[in-house]
């Protein structure tokens, strides 16, 4: 009872650690991985890998009830002592702007732009196909990378993940689209902190960038 005390306490409020469901993230996270993610660190910045839970949707903050309630239990439990199944689902993503910012694509290189400015990113696993002159923002059809200038509301984030053309995120809605009302954002409170680290597997242990 001691430890388990302990170990609720340590993931409730100082480190929790989280499995990679899916390749939305590759090739930064693999599926399978294991990460260490800093509830103390409340200062995001652009670029920062991200935990966040929400419910069956990201505007809901909890999973609906299984009809088995054996399980509901065990995820009540889960969510207390931060092991096993958890009555919030939680997903990874990487912050490309926060409330009050505008981002868009694509410049005519094929990047992000943010506020209007350029945003380079070297780490992707994949993105989707841009050709200047071809298959750009000004073709037809467009190419499924760009999208509008979205305005992103106070207190909340516009999250994307690094494997673009496998990846359900705030501009997944928005590909080829010019309505910026497509886009969906994550609230701030519902981040539970920057990935600081990977534990497993022994082969990638380190720093996660």
Not at 46 to 63: I, Q
Not at 138 to 144: G, N, V, W
Not at 173 to 181: K, L, M, T
Request: charged content about 25%.
């Amino acid at each position: 009872m001691i430890a388990l005390t302990v170990l609720a306490l340590v993931q409730a409020f100082v480190i929790k650690a989280y499995r990679i469901p899916s390749a939305s993230m590759e090739q930064t996270l693999i599926t399978g991985d294991r990460i260490l993610v800093n509830r103390l660190d409340s200062h995001l910045e652009r670029g920062d890998v991200v935990v966040f839970e929400h419910g069956d949707t990201w505007e809901s903050t909890r999973r609906s009830p299984s009809e088995n309630p054996a399980v509901n239990a065990l995820r009540v439990v889960g969510s207390i002592i931060g092991l096993g199944p958890s009555t919030k689902a939680n997903t990874v993503k990487r912050l490309i702007a926060r409330g009050g910012e505008t981002v868009s694509c694509c410049d005519d290189a094929g990047n992000i732009l943010v506020d209007g400015v350029a945003y380079e990113e070297d780490y992707l696993g994949s993105n989707l196909p841009f050709t200047p002159g071809e298959n750009d923002c000004a073709s037809e059809p467009r190419s499924l990378r760009c999208f509008p200038e979205i305005p992103v509301p106070e207190g909340s984030l516009f999250l994307l993940g690094d494997n673009r053309g496998n990846s359900a995120d705030s501009a997944a809605a928005c590909r080829g689209r010019s309505d910026p009302e497509c886009a969906r954002f994550v609230r701030e409170e519902q981040v539970v902190g920057p990935v600081i680290a990977r534990f497993w597997p022994p082969t990638h242990i380190g720093t996660v960038r």
